[in-house]
């Protein structure tokens, strides 16, 4: 027995078991397009800023060298943390509406249509 969603204001919207929707190969095929692109990125993005905090922390010499006039490595790979994670929304933004949101609007279509839902069964 699933978890299913009530109409809320008697709109002739039909109940969706969400359990079942999840077990289907359409959304696990979702998930994993997702999965494989966020969690790879993640833990690449997260050890980029544990290195840059660890060498804030004890690589000091390097850290300070002096790269253009009072401007040092710290600063500029300081600021390329901002420019990374502008970049890597950028990347999920432009792959989600490439890979993504088709899928999942396909998979709201057929939830939101009972006739869709009983052909796609």
């Not at 359409?26 to 290195?51: C, D, I, M, N, T």
């Not at 401007?71 to 901002?82: D, E, M």
Request: a negative charge; charged letters at 20%; glycine letters at 6%.
């Amino acid at each position: 027995m699933g978890t299913a969603a009530q109409p809320a204001d008697g709109n002739n919207q039909p109940e969706v078991d969400f359990e079942e929707v999840q077990a289907t190969k359409e959304f696990q095929s979702l998930r994993r397009k997702h999965r494989s692109f966020v969690f790879p990125l993640a833990l690449g993005f997260l050890l980029w800023y544990f290195l840059y905090v660890l060498l804030a922390d004890y690589a000091h010499d390097f850290m300070s060298t002096k790269v253009i006039g009072s401007i040092n490595i710290g600063l500029i790979l300081g600021l390329l943390q901002f420019v990374s994670t502008f970049a890597i929304t950028t990347w999920y933004v432009s792959y989600a509406n490439r890979k993504l949101d088709p899928e999942a609007t396909a998979l709201r279509h057929r939830l939101e249509d009972p006739t869709l839902s009983k052909e796609g069964a």
